[in-house]
């Protein structure tokens, strides 16, 4: 109550001009028994401007604009119809003769009480700014270019040109011989021909085999574990179909297509069970 009382000794020291807009909230707030106080609070607008409002004195107010947002957060406030007021308002500051008045209804000036304040903006502006960067940095990262070594892709080994002579070894192999794969530790494969029909897909445990039929088109293999297969034609074992350190495809496993391949990986054994490595080196050098 003392409050009240020392609000409403404030407002009656300035007492509002009869038919002014500062008369008609002043009027208003007091029939809603409502302090500047609690005006000032529910409207973010400081008590001194609201005063000057009621008591239509504009000129201790920071401007038109400010004064017409002012007005317009106090009727909202009260619940008056803004719109009728302002039009008043606008009229009152024309013929007291203020500057920068708003006299087209087609815009409204911002309610200063609702602006944001410098530090808000500041930190949202810091936000945004952050954001653009870290978007960058993922962009970047993502579009890097892939390592060429990176690559998991199967690659099949590349067949190597004909040469002017077959090795030795290579001359004693029957090309018409019967080709077998046989793991020696469990390993998936799939074997199919140049039409893509399946011919072998499964995992092949160690000691299983696999013969490929002699009338199939062009066979192929793909594995992730070539160096863990013995290839036989006819019997007799050619080069690893690959090293391991990488998955091959496509690779044709005919007795035509083992027998063009380059002999680099194990030696081919002789009839009486030697050695015959720098035998097959000896004759691919010549």
Same mark, same amino acid.
């Given at each position: 109550?003392?409050?009240?009382?020392?609000?409403?000794?404030?407002?009656?020291?300035?007492?509002?001009?009869?038919?002014?807009?500062?008369?008609?909230?002043?009027?208003?707030?007091?029939?809603?028994?409502?302090? @500047?106080?609690?005006?000032?609070? *529910?409207?973010?607008?400081?008590?001194?401007?609201?005063?000057?409002?009621?008591?239509?004195?504009?000129?201790? #107010?920071?401007?038109?604009?400010?004064?017409?947002?002012?007005?317009?957060?106090?009727?909202?406030?009260?619940?008056?119809?803004?719109?009728?007021? #302002?039009? +008043?308002? /606008?009229?009152?500051?024309?013929?007291?003769?203020?500057?920068?008045?708003? *006299?087209?209804?087609?815009?409204?000036?911002?309610?200063?009480? /609702?602006?944001?304040? *410098?530090?808000? !903006?500041?930190?949202?502006? %810091?936000?945004?700014?952050?954001?653009?960067?870290?978007?960058?940095?993922?962009?970047?990262?993502?579009?890097?270019?892939?390592?060429?070594?990176?690559?998991?892709?199967?690659?099949?080994?590349?067949?190597?040109?004909?040469?002017?002579?077959?090795?030795?070894? $290579?001359?004693?192999?029957?090309?018409?011989?019967?080709?077998?794969?046989? %793991?020696?530790?469990?390993?998936?494969?799939?074997?199919?021909?140049?039409?893509?029909? *399946? #011919?072998?897909? =499964? $995992?092949?445990?160690?000691?299983?085999?696999?013969?490929?039929?002699?009338? %199939?088109? =062009?066979?192929?293999?793909?594995?992730? /574990?070539?160096?863990?297969?013995?290839?036989?034609?006819?019997?007799?074992?050619?080069?690893?179909?690959?090293?391991?350190?990488?998955?091959?495809?496509?690779?044709?496993?005919?007795?035509?297509?083992? @027998?063009?391949?380059?002999? +680099?990986?194990?030696?081919?054994?002789? !009839?009486?069970?030697?050695?015959?490595?720098?035998?097959?080196?000896?004759?691919?050098?010549?």
């Amino acid at each position: 109550m003392k409050d009240r009382d020392q609000d409403n000794s404030e407002t009656e020291a300035t007492a509002p001009e009869t038919g002014s807009v500062g008369s008609q909230l002043y009027a208003a707030r007091e029939a809603a028994g409502l302090s @500047l106080t609690e005006i000032a609070t *529910r409207t973010r607008v400081p008590i001194r401007h609201l005063e000057a409002i009621e008591a239509s004195n504009y000129s201790a #107010l920071p401007g038109s604009t400010y004064t017409i947002g002012f007005t317009r957060s106090y009727a909202k406030a009260l619940g008056l119809d803004e719109t009728a007021l #302002l039009t +008043e308002l /606008r009229q009152e500051l024309a013929e007291g003769g203020y500057q920068n008045v708003a *006299r087209t209804p087609e815009y409204e000036p911002a309610d200063p009480a /609702r602006v944001p304040s *410098r530090p808000l !903006a500041w930190g949202a502006a %810091a936000l945004a700014i952050a954001l653009i960067i870290v978007y960058f940095i993922w962009r970047s990262f993502a579009l890097a270019p892939v390592a060429e070594g990176d690559a998991a892709k199967p690659v099949a080994e590349a067949p190597i040109k004909d040469q002017s002579g077959p090795a030795k070894a $290579e001359t004693q192999i029957d090309p018409s011989g019967q080709v077998v794969i046989t %793991a020696r530790e469990t390993v998936w494969l799939k074997i199919y021909d140049t039409e893509n029909n *399946r #011919l072998y897909e =499964n $995992e092949m445990k160690a000691g299983e085999s696999f013969t490929v039929p002699k009338d %199939a088109n =062009n066979p192929m293999i793909v594995t992730g /574990r070539p160096q863990v297969l013995d290839v036989t034609i006819g019997g007799k074992p050619v080069p690893p179909l690959g090293t391991g350190e990488r998955s091959i495809a496509d690779v044709g496993i005919s007795a035509t297509a083992l @027998l063009a391949r380059k002999t +680099e990986a194990a030696p081919v054994q002789n !009839a009486a069970g030697a050695s015959a490595g720098p035998a097959a080196e000896s004759a691919t050098q010549q």
